[in-house]
């Protein structure tokens, strides 16, 4: 059966709900805009933990601006580790790749979401 990206955040939704279904939609988007933004090529291209975290952020600022920490808290999304959880859940589900020496706790102590999304707009 071809894989489907729907059934797989369904299946992620039955096993942990901390994050709504959306959070795991822009998290595919963000990856992409995060292996474009640092230029990764080839069949397999691969972002440490905090390319993909400064990415993520990088794009939640496109696309929503001054209110990306309202968006991703409304998602439930309040820390560097949400993301890697968010990200280790896709892992889990097959829809992300990992590679050897990748965990999840290289997540935790990231620069905090509030420094990256609301510091560019403090006068």
């Known amino acids: 059966m071809p894989f489907n990206f729907d059934d797989a955040v369904d299946e992620i939704m039955r096993r942990d709900s901390s994050f709504a279904p959306?959070?795991?939609?822009?998290?595919?988007?963000?990856?992409?805009?995060?292996v474009e933004e640092f230029h990764k090529t080839g069949e397999q291209?691969?972002?440490?933990?905090?390319?993909?975290?400064m990415g993520f952020c990088a794009?939640?600022?496109?696309?929503?601006?001054?209110?990306?920490?309202?968006?991703?808290?409304?998602?439930?999304?309040?820390?560097?580790?949400?993301?890697?959880?968010?990200?280790?859940?896709?892992?889990?589900?097959?829809v992300f790749g990992r590679q050897e020496g990748d965990t999840q706790e290289q997540f935790n102590e990231l620069t905090p979401l509030e420094v990256l999304l609301d510091l560019p707009y403090m006068a």
């Open 45 to 53: 291209p691969h972002l440490s933990a905090e390319e993909l975290y």
């Open 59 to 94: 794009y939640a600022l496109e696309e929503y601006g001054p209110m990306a920490s309202a968006v991703l808290e409304h998602w439930g999304i309040n820390s560097s580790a949400d993301v890697g959880s968010i990200v280790y859940n896709l892992i889990d589900a097959g």
């Open 22 to 34: 959306d959070a795991y939609s822009f998290m595919r988007q963000a990856l992409d805009y995060a």
